[in-house]
């Protein structure tokens, strides 16, 4: 599944238990230890908050927090997430400039440095395309940002947990995810976390913000605990999926994901079916997305007849490309089931 994704069972046994006070000290115990993971699993020293949202809310805090109206930021678009971070900031009244990658392509780092300037205050990156099925270089992004005045802001929401990103030493200054991707998380649950020039940024912020004020969330992330009431649940779940993640060894994770994806990509390239990224350098290995027409068609099918979810294409990809998630609680009996189910299915559209 291409998120929400499948939960492990211990993950789901973690939520099986009587409700506790958000206020209490049992809640503070397990906010801290849930953010020791984080700050693990986001390879950072900085706080790695917690908001009850999906990703999108969290999309929005980094940029209602870190900017202020008429701001100038870049988006770099390469898919509909990547765009809808562009449109957020626009609904907050920032100029964005666009660079915009060819379908399939990921985003060129030397083309969007050629639209930051030294009134650029922003650059906006997503880490993974899930759309389209892109990785970008995060790393690349940070070394060409790094002595600008520009926030490299980074919507890892498909990516963490299952694609490398070092936050601090490749110079990130914001990162945010949804707990329901590649984390093995509860639907529900964001995370966020910002560099010491992401927080000077939130200081000069002249956006009005309630809900998602994060210096507000911070001080009283310290003694573990959040403005409002959280999503208790999510957060148990949270914490035994970072404690999952890091038994097994963030090396060995990313590992399994590049496993994983290989053999889906292989087994469809075998099919006759090609990957819809232009090159497979920079294809996904959380999400891999596959050009075929009729996707539709066989979304259903694969559904109807064989009970596996994949994902369908999206936007105007919607009947000519589909999405095979490998990211989370993937083994590889799921990826074999998956790929007999597909031979079957492709054998009877063809
Ligand atoms: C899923 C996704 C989002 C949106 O996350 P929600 O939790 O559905 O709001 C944002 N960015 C990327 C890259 C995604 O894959």
């Not at 770099?76 to 920032?94: D, K, N, P, W």
């Not at 929401?157 to 030493?169: E, H, K, R, T």
């Not at 969330?217 to 959040?226: E, P, S, T, V, Y």
Request: proline content about 3%; aromatic content about 8%.
């Amino acid at each position: 599944m291409v998120g929400p994704t499948v939960l492990p069972d211990s993950v789901i046994h973690s939520m099986d238990r009587q409700v506790i006070s958000h206020r209490g000290e049992a809640f503070s115990e397990l906010s801290k230890k849930l953010n020791a993971n984080l700050k693990k699993v986001v390879q950072t020293k900085n706080e790695v908050m917690t908001l009850t949202s999906s990703g999108t809310g969290s999309m929005e805090a980094a940029i209602q927090n870190c900017f202020s109206v008429g701001d100038h930021v870049v988006a770099a678009v390469c898919g509909v997430f990547s765009e809808r971070m562009a449109q957020i900031a626009e609904t907050y009244g920032l100029q964005v400039t666009r660079v915009i990658s060819p379908d399939g392509e990921a985003s060129d780092v030397e083309k969007v440095m050629e639209a930051v300037d030294e009134n650029t205050k922003g650059v906006f990156v997503v880490q993974n395309e899930s759309s389209t099925g892109v990785m970008n270089d995060i790393k690349k992004f940070g070394a060409a940002l790094k002595d600008t005045k520009a926030l490299l802001v980074v919507d890892a929401v498909s990516g963490l947990g299952g694609i490398d990103l070092q936050m601090d030493a490749w110079n990130v200054d914001v990162v945010f995810a949804s707990a329901q991707k590649a984390l093995m998380g509860a639907p529900g649950l964001a995370v966020i976390a910002l560099s010491d020039k992401a927080w000077e940024a939130v200081e000069r912020s002249t956006i009005p913000k309630f809900y998602f004020d994060l210096k507000r969330a911070r001080k009283m992330w310290q003694i573990g605990q959040h403005p409002w009431t959280p999503g208790v649940y999510q957060i148990f779940a949270l914490l035994e999926a970072t404690n999952l993640i890091l038994a097994e060894g963030l090396p060995e994770v990313f590992a399994r994901h590049q496993r994983l994806s290989n053999m889906v990509i292989d087994g469809m390239s075998e099919l006759g079916v090609p990957l819809f990224p232009k090159d497979r350098k920079y294809a996904s290995i959380t999400v891999n997305t596959f050009a075929f027409d009729r996707s539709v068609e066989f979304v259903k099918r694969l559904s109807d007849e064989h009970d596996i979810v994949i994902g369908g294409g999206q936007d105007h990809l919607h009947n000519t490309t589909f999405r095979v998630g490998t990211m989370g609680y993937i083994t590889e009996n799921d990826v074999n089931a998956y790929l007999a189910a597909a031979k079957k299915v492709l054998d009877e559209m063809r």
